[in-house]
């Protein structure tokens, strides 16, 4: 009976529990639920909690169609004036902004805060946090038992260390690492950004105790928030540069210190991924009053992929999702955007990273914007309301939407998007970061391709015949579009230039292309420009390619790699060792691209480069020398059309420009006549030593170490030259765009740690070991399975 009485007297409990429990959800249900309608009201009203006393709303009468659904405003409101920087602040609140790029300059609207409060600078709240986070594979650390090796292991010379090179390296580098530490000695009062970017160099070349040292400075930095003189961070280039320089020096010494110093600035940095879409803001003014908002309508697709490795890596290191989280998303932004540019598979120079389709004012009176989920209200950079469709894209930038222009480079920006692709590949230990996305988000990653033959055969490692191929199509995968990619680059973009040394070499050019839709066919006209320039970033593709053809089990891209990076060596010679910041050339159409004076000299007298003069410019634009189908995109046919009529159009130059009889450009004597348009100069450029270390690290030739001596003979010739002082002193530095002589990091950071590594033993920092990042700091690959040897820190000199 005792056991009866106990169990009753249990259950009376447990339902007192249980009613208490139902009472107290309830409870937080319904303010919940007000907290809700609240803020609907404001978003579809444009209410906003009273200011000085008075209750604010727009005041605009609802359109007719929908009025009995939309609550009308109340009589003592007043007119919202967004141009009121309170009013605007207040607003900003629940609406972000839509920018296509920071405030500037003479508006009140500056992008800074003069009445911030540091506590609130430090502890920061996100406006549009993660619900899920999106996580590092499980078992990222297993390698598969077929994972391709990167690194050769049969090296024609050996792979031994060549002490003389690198004696002479060491010497450089420390003559111009304390030469620019004595110009610019590092203090607490902001992050010692040169500093950082030497850390692994220095370890890398054995100097223990200078590293110590600067250990020390760095304990003494915060990096949770930026000297508050600094109003803008530019993301992508701390995350690089700093971040990777703490990342890469901790893999190296594990020293905790570093570790802690990098999830500081990487909690710092994930501040600009608190968008909407989790699409950073690349130039963050992490001051200003106005803070929620869009990313910019105008950014670089390369810089956002530019701070993958770090972010993954720290990942790793922490076994915390947040930061792979953020690099994820914009990967899988990237995926789903491959369609929307007029060349598939390559993104231009700029982008509308909001992915904001803006409703028209038939849609918003039709009541789409309350219907569809995805439709944010949103205030422009006209301080008007707008309602963004968010697509999950990148868009056309508003520019080149409205000129129906894009502008296609592989420079440095350009060809990142796909080097860091295959790098996090490596990093993840072939974990595809596109088929994660696709795992958290399988229905955006599937492609309808009804009667699509030609999306088939695009597939160049689908062995089966394209008509019994599924009308399903999985895109994203990043073998795939890296082999698409890499298609397009060598369809549409490589050329031969006319140089005085005959060869015939690969470059490649940037695009241009303008776009006009046909109603009557259906179809979508493209037309293609080369503009046969030309950059040394580009360069840089080489050794991507390099890694893709182990990764990927092509050795097309190798072949491939190597045309790249003979042909900018050979581009670095004609110059004797100066790196111009762009060349614009002649193409060559014959056989022998021997360039000769008397012909150039005739093509413009005969008015070839005239194209301002030129009468039928549009016409020839569009008068077919080739055609090729591009793709079937919701019933529209897109064509790409390459015109007769190439190049830029502002180079327009006649005989006058000429000294016909020395051969000379008058404004510009210094311009070699085979060149049409020629940038700055540059001495210490990474790009091309960069591509030597990889080509000789994964085909073991030792031609590739002999063009390193040739480049950086020349290059301490040209510094010796240039900057000599008395008594034989002489600088390293080079001219910025003010022609202020500047050393930049990358000069420690890159182009003398690639050197040094080019004549290393060829067991030091393999490329199985690290992965090389775009500032050139070594990610340390988690391996569990293989037993590979571990780079020395110190020298072996």
Partial sequence: MSLLRLIQLGARKLQSVLLLGVTICLLFYYTFENEIDMLNSYAENDYMPSINGAAISQGVEPDSNVQNELPKPKPEAVTIDLRDPKVLKEKNKYFPLLLSSPWRGSTRFQDSWNNFELVDLKNYKEKHAVLNEISLPLNFQQIPPDYAQVQTSVFEDGGHQEK??????KQLFLKSWEQDQMSNPDTTEGWPLSLIDSLD??????????FQKAVEILSTVDFSTPALPEDSIDIPDVTTRVLGGLISAYDLSKDPILLSKSK??????LRAFDTPNRIPILQYFWKTEYGNRFPYQYLSVGALTNMALELT????ITNTNKYFDAIQRIFQTMALSLDEFSIEHLFPTRVDGSGCRILTAHEVSSGHHLRNPKVMK????NLEFVHCHQTGKFLISPRDWEKKEQLFKMDFQGQSVYANMVKIFHLLNGHDILMISKTYHPKEHEVELENSREKAVDDPKNNKPAS??????????SQQLFSIAMHKVRNLMLYRPLTPAGENLTLISSLQTNTRASPATNELQVEVTKLFDMNYESCSLAATLGLASSLFNDTEYLTFAKEIAHSYYNMVKLFDGIYQEELYLDPCEKQNCLFNKDDKIQDIADGRYAHASTSGIEESKVRMSGSQKEDEHDGILKILMFGLSQGLDDLSYNIDDINVESGEWKADPSRPLWVNKMGKKSLLSPNVIESMFYMYRITGESRWRQMGRDLLEMTIKILKATHSG???VWKVGESD?????????????????????????????????????????????????RNLKSGNVASKM
């Fill in 164 to 169: 003389k090179a690198l004696r002479e390296i």
């Fill in 201 to 210: 160099t220095l370890l890398i070349m054995g100097e223990t105790q200078k």
């Fill in 264 to 269: 500081q600035l990487a909690n710092f940095i």
């Fill in 313 to 316: 890596r720290l990942s790793q």
């Fill in 378 to 381: 949103s205030i422009d950079q």
């Fill in 468 to 477: 019994e191929q599924s009308n399903k199509i999985q895109l994203h995968d």
């Fill in 726 to 728: 008395a008594k034989g």
């Fill in 737 to 785: 765009e003010e022609d202020n002589w500047v050393l930049p990091s990358s000069w420690f950071s890159q182009t003398l740690k690639y050197y040094y590594l080019l004549f290393s033993d060829v067991e030091d920092f393999t490329l199985d070991e690290y992965i090389y990042t775009a500032g050139g700091h070594l990610m340390k690959r988690d391996l569990k399975k």
